[in-house]
């Protein structure tokens, strides 16, 4: 029993944080790099496609569950492209956005090269205030507070890569337009989202002909909240 309220009140403690900014945790992003960085777009030589499924706390009812498709490929010289399509639920709010991607080369070496990258995506919402229970169906913040709305987000990024080696530096929400105000704090009248910022790096030693290990790190800071990694 105890375990159970533990977990219920961790769900509600997450939505409640979800509720300024929803940004889904994907465990593989060494494999998803393109989710959180739009200048990995065309790091690879053919078309790469990964999907991804999430499920946190199974057993509990409303829990975190994301589902997460990728897909990207050189377009034309020094040129990628690519798209990310995802569903997050939490508690009952929905995240459901589509992605574009697109990224320049500029070889540095003859092994080795630097990208930039810019996405511009949106997001539809659903804060989930309709179906969630509540006791008074005249409360001040169901009546004034938007149930579904649309987001708007552009970011930038930039991915460096050479032979056994990769580093990239992203702004996935650096700017964002939400014109139902679905994330403004009623009070001070201000948006709740905050920009983030995230950096990726990994490497490859090879140990034999057979065995090699992939160490690979990820930083994520958002403007306000502690870092982590």
Same mark, same amino acid.
């Given at each position: 029993?105890?375990?159970?309220?533990?977990?219920?009140?961790?769900?509600?403690? $997450?939505?409640?944080?979800?509720? %300024?900014?929803?940004?889904?945790?994907?465990?593989?992003?060494?494999?998803? &790099? $393109?989710?959180?960085?739009?200048?990995?777009?065309?790091?690879?030589?053919?078309?790469?496609?990964?999907?991804?499924?999430? +499920?946190?706390?199974?057993?509990?009812?409303?829990? @975190?569950?994301?589902?997460?498709?990728?897909?990207? %490929?050189?377009?034309?010289?020094?040129?990628?492209?690519?798209?990310?399509?995802?569903?997050?639920?939490?508690?009952?709010?929905?995240?459901?956005?589509?992605?574009?991607?697109?990224?320049?080369?500029?070889? =540095?070496?003859?092994?080795?090269?630097?990208?930039?990258?810019?996405?511009?995506?949106? +997001?539809?919402?659903?804060?989930?205030?309709?179906?969630?229970?509540?006791?008074?169906?005249?409360? +001040?913040?169901?009546?004034?507070? %938007?149930?579904?709305? =649309?987001?708007?987000?552009?970011?930038?990024?930039?991915?460096?890569?050479?032979?056994?080696?990769?580093?990239?530096?992203?702004?996935?929400?650096?700017?964002?337009?939400? @014109?139902?105000?679905?994330?403004?704090?009623?009070?001070?009248?201000?948006?709740?989202?905050?920009?983030?910022?995230?950096?990726?790096?990994?490497?490859?030693?090879? $140990?034999?002909?057979?065995?090699?290990? &992939?160490?690979?790190?990820?930083?994520?800071?958002?403007?306000?909240? @502690?870092?982590?990694?």
């Amino acid at each position: 029993m105890k375990k159970n309220i533990i977990a219920i009140l961790g769900l509600v403690l $997450l939505s409640n944080s979800l509720s %300024a900014q929803i940004y889904p945790t994907i465990g593989q992003f060494q494999s998803t &790099q $393109l989710f959180y960085n739009p200048a990995a777009a065309g790091v690879s030589t053919s078309v790469r496609a990964n999907v991804l499924y999430r +499920s946190q706390w199974s057993k509990f009812p409303k829990a @975190p569950e994301t589902y997460l498709a990728t897909i990207d %490929a050189p377009l034309a010289r020094n040129m990628g492209g690519g798209v990310v399509i995802y569903r997050h639920t939490v508690g009952n709010v929905t995240d459901m956005s589509i992605n574009l991607n697109a990224s320049y080369r500029i070889k =540095t070496s003859e092994n080795s090269y630097f990208q930039f990258g810019l996405k511009a995506g949106v +997001s539809m919402i659903d804060n989930g205030l309709t179906s969630a229970f509540h006791w008074d169906d005249n409360d +001040s913040y169901l009546l004034n507070s %938007a149930k579904r709305g =649309t987001i708007i987000r552009i970011g930038p990024g930039g991915f460096y890569k050479r032979k056994n080696f990769y580093a990239g530096l992203s702004s996935p929400d650096a700017i964002f337009i939400d @014109p139902q105000k679905m994330y403004t704090d009623q009070t001070t009248k201000k948006t709740t989202l905050k920009r983030n910022f995230i950096f990726m790096t990994g490497t490859k030693k090879n $140990l034999s002909e057979f065995i090699a290990i &992939q160490p690979n790190l990820m930083v994520k800071y958002y403007v306000g909240r @502690p870092m982590s990694a």
